[in-house]
């Protein structure tokens, strides 16, 4: 099981490296650093400073991964890999929580 875990994250990974840098689309985030993350009841959520905001969300720093996405757990590796080694990424936001979160579908590691 932990094998294939390590397989689906190693996978993820390569796959949001090798990504065209041009595939940003209008609700994409900009390349930023991610400044802390917070595992949480709601979902994993994670900060990002001096970033756009896409969907005009009330806290643009802040954005969410609900812990009913399909593909949390591999966009979570993605994000725990990013925060550690410094990398930048960008997220693809599709709504607001009602907290003012960016709700995210999905993750780009750089």
Do not use: H, W
């Not at 689309?25 to 390349?31: E, L, V, Y």
Request: one cysteine or more; glycine letters at 4%; aromatic letters at 8%.
């Amino acid at each position: 099981m932990l094998k294939k875990k390590i397989g689906i994250v190693s996978i993820s990974f390569a796959l949001a490296l090798a990504a065209p840098a041009s595939a940003n689309s209008p609700d994409n985030t900009a390349q930023a650093v991610i400044s802390s993350i917070n595992a949480r009841d709601l979902g994993f959520d994670f900060y990002i400073s001096g970033t756009t905001n896409p969907m005009n969300c009330s806290r643009p720093e802040l954005f969410r991964i609900s812990n009913s996405m399909s593909n949390r757990d591999a966009m979570v590796s993605l994000l725990i890999t990013a925060f550690t080694t410094q990398r930048s990424i960008s997220v693809y936001a599709y709504s607001c929580d009602s907290d003012g979160a960016s709700l995210v579908a999905g993750v780009r590691v750089y």
